[in-house]
């Protein structure tokens, strides 16, 4: 103990505190390092979204085919709504250079309200610009409210593979009558007006009430129905089923007259509209819509790939 540095106290510490201090600095710089990284991945993709077209790149006196894209389930607040299809539609028939409309629909059905509007707004847009043919395009799907919106087109095409047809409305509800039974549970509702519960999942079913929305569907199924016949006509060969929610490939559709011909948007741009050069009328999402989508999705994909997330397994 005698030959012990009687500094050695003071050395340790110092010693300490320096790689303290070195730690330190360390993880700063890997701090800004990764702060400079996202903000890389950032900028990447906001670079990204102002590379896509937009349907601002027509050149002044180049005829084109537009393309409107109705993908996903048709209802408000979506991406197939009335309002963003109709305004898609109508940018794409006021564009000076338009030889032709392509309604491209990928879609399985929706509200029948607002496949009522797109399908008027389309007649009413073939009768104001007569000379701008609109043709509908099918790609994986068109069902129901999806067939009922493309039925307004002058052409219908399809896909060998293509699911088309679901001439049909459907309403959907649940019982739990029994299930509250075996669980001792009482339902206390009041209500001014017999009617103001019709459907409610706790309470037995009336058939007075089920006879009239028997009847409110029978009502909106007609009126699908003659949209169909409108648009399609003679061209329209019925078959035993047809108006019934039954589904057909592309191939059927043809034979059943519920589509005209097989074929792909470019087909119809370059074989019907002669001209290959096609430009997107769609609506797109707002940027920061379409940013936070893409960041969330990449974040998943990320945290998926680390074994971050909680994932479903289908055991041996």
């Given at each position: 103990?005698?030959?012990?540095?009687?500094?050695?106290?003071?050395?340790?510490?110092?010693?300490?505190?320096?790689?303290?201090?070195?730690?330190?600095?360390?993880?700063?710089?890997?701090?800004?390092?990764?702060?400079?990284?996202?903000?890389?991945?950032?900028?990447?993709?906001?670079?990204?979204?102002?590379?896509?077209?937009?349907?601002?790149?027509?050149?002044?006196?180049?005829?084109?085919?537009?393309?409107?894209?109705?993908?996903?389930?048709?209802?408000?607040?979506?991406?197939?709504?009335?309002?963003?299809?109709?305004?898609?539609?109508?940018?794409?028939?006021?564009?000076?250079?338009?030889?032709?409309?392509?309604?491209?629909?990928?879609?399985?059905?929706?509200?029948?309200?607002?496949?009522?509007?797109?399908?008027?707004?389309?007649?009413?847009?073939?009768?104001?610009?007569?000379?701008?043919?609109?043709?509908?395009?099918?790609?994986?799907?068109?069902?129901?409210?999806?067939?009922?919106?493309?039925?307004?087109?002058?052409?219908?095409?399809?896909?060998?593979?293509?699911?088309?047809?679901?001439?049909?409305?459907?309403?959907?509800?649940?019982?739990?009558?029994?299930?509250?039974?075996?669980?001792?549970?009482?339902?206390?509702?009041?209500?001014?007006?017999?009617?103001?519960?019709?459907?409610?999942?706790?309470?037995?079913?009336?058939?007075?009430?089920?006879?009239?929305?028997?009847?409110?569907?029978?009502?909106?199924?007609?009126q699908f129905i003659n949209a169909v016949k409108q648009g399609?006509?003679?061209?329209?060969?019925?078959?035993?089923?047809?108006?019934?929610?039954?589904?057909?490939?592309?191939?059927?559709?043809?034979?059943?007259?519920?589509?005209?011909?097989?074929?792909?948007?470019?087909?119809?741009?370059?074989?019907?509209?002669?001209?290959?050069?096609?430009?997107?009328?769609?609506?797109?999402?707002?940027?920061?819509?379409?940013?936070?989508?893409?960041?969330?999705?990449?974040?998943?994909?990320?945290?998926?790939?680390?074994?971050?997330?909680?994932?479903?397994?289908?055991?041996?």
């Amino acid at each position: 103990m005698t030959d012990q540095d009687p500094n050695w106290e003071k050395s340790i510490l110092e010693k300490i505190a320096t790689e303290g201090l070195r730690e330190q600095k360390r993880s700063r710089r890997w701090g800004i390092f990764f702060k400079l990284l996202t903000f890389l991945y950032l900028f990447i993709l906001i670079g990204l979204f102002y590379s896509e077209s937009d349907g601002t790149d027509i050149k002044p006196g180049q005829k084109h085919t537009a393309l409107v894209d109705l993908k996903g389930i048709i209802a408000p607040g979506t991406e197939a709504s009335a309002d963003k299809m109709i305004t898609s539609l109508r940018n794409a028939f006021k564009s000076p250079n338009t030889v032709g409309v392509i309604l491209r629909i990928n879609s399985p059905g929706g509200s029948p309200v607002q496949s009522g509007y797109i399908y008027d707004e389309i007649l009413r847009l073939r009768a104001k610009y007569p000379s701008t043919p609109l043709h509908t395009v099918i790609t994986d799907i068109c069902a129901s409210g999806g067939y009922y919106v493309a039925a307004a087109a002058e052409r219908i095409y399809a896909d060998q593979a293509s699911i088309v047809g679901s001439i049909g409305v459907r309403m959907d509800n649940f019982g739990f009558v029994d299930a509250m039974k075996k669980l001792g549970i009482e339902r206390r509702t009041l209500t001014a007006g017999e009617n103001k519960a019709l459907m409610d999942p706790f309470s037995a079913i009336d058939k007075n009430v089920t006879q009239h929305l028997q009847g409110l569907i029978n009502s909106v199924h007609s009126q699908f129905i003659n949209a169909v016949k409108q648009g399609r006509g003679d061209r329209l060969k019925e078959v035993e089923g047809m108006f019934s929610g039954l589904i057909w490939t592309g191939d059927q559709g043809v034979e059943l007259g519920l589509v005209d011909e097989l074929g792909s948007a470019s087909l119809v741009a370059r074989e019907v509209f002669g001209t290959e050069h096609i430009v997107d009328f769609t609506i797109q999402p707002d940027f920061f819509e379409r940013f936070s989508k893409t960041v969330g999705v990449q974040l998943a994909s990320i945290l998926s790939q680390n074994n971050l997330l909680p994932q479903l397994r289908v055991s041996p």
